[in-house]
């Protein structure tokens, strides 16, 4: 079993990060419009306003030691049960989503998720796309430095997040590196490495260059422009469940 799951995902691995994969058109447009409606029609108390984006909390409260549960709705379970059954990697149902709504100029910063989660994160991208970059954590950095034939192996990772897509990442990409997003409206992809996936985006988004200014920054080849806003639903597995508060 283990082995023909293996071989499932080889074909979706990016780049020199092992334990990174990336579906294109893990949704379809129509289904896309729908978790969107979804999205966008709960209670106004129910979206959080952060600095740089805001976001739907939904499973419960996470703590360090563990979940204090809620129910997700039902079109949250249809979805990670999907996520579940398509990848096989999660030991138990997903049981937190975070809904971020990124507008065109904003990212998050580079980071790690926290102890508290199973080390495996799916991210399904609706609405607007982005550029996500795996840098190695410091501690990393400074362990291969003085072994040049290991610094390859520990390079930065730069994924083109196309609406519909789902990118999955884990064990030492969950561990050892960090990810983000740049506070741009202007994206480089020069060096994506589904670089295809963006360049067919962009063919089918953009209108045609004789129609745009010249000098538009949208026509770069090296870049793309983020005019819409981007939707991310990050599922992840909280192994410790508490359901009673006191028990933290």
């Not at 795996?134 to 609406?163: G, N, R």
């Not at 670089?195 to 745009?212: H, T």
């Not at 870049?223 to 597995?237: A, M």
Request: hydrophobic fraction near 35%; glycine fraction near 6%; charge should be negative.
């Amino acid at each position: 079993m283990e082995e023909n799951l293996e071989e499932h995902l080889k074909q979706f691995r990016l780049g020199s990060l092992p334990t990174v994969f990336y579906i294109p058109n893990f949704v379809s447009k129509s289904e896309e419009t729908h978790l969107l409606q979804y999205i966008y029609g709960v209670p106004a108390s129910k979206w959080k306003s952060l600095k740089n984006r805001r976001l739907q909390n939904w499973g419960g409260v996470v703590h360090e030691k563990g979940l204090l549960p809620q129910n997700l709705p039902p079109w949250l379970v249809e979805i990670t049960r999907r996520i579940c059954n398509w990848t096989g990697l999660f030991p138990s149902p997903i049981n937190h989503v975070l809904i971020n709504e990124y507008l065109s100029n904003q990212g998050i910063m580079p980071h790690q998720d926290g102890p508290a989660y199973f080390p495996i994160v799916a991210i399904l991208s609706l609405g607007s796309p982005a550029v996500m970059n795996f840098t190695p954590h410091l501690k990393l950095t400074e362990c291969v430095t003085h072994v040049p034939d290991q610094i390859d192996k520990h390079c930065t990772l730069s994924v083109a997040l196309i609406p519909c897509s789902l990118l999955i990442f884990k064990d030492s990409a969950y561990s050892e590196y960090l990810h983000g997003i740049d506070d741009s409206d202007i994206q480089r992809i020069d060096e994506v490495v589904n670089i295809g996936d963006i360049l067919s985006y962009k063919e089918q988004m953009m209108p045609l260059s004789s129609e745009l200014e010249e000098g538009d920054q949208r026509t770069e080849k090296g870049s793309i422009h983020r005019s819409g806003t981007r939707v991310s639903l990050t599922c992840r597995l909280v192994p410790k469940v508490h359901k009673n508060l006191l028990k933290f």
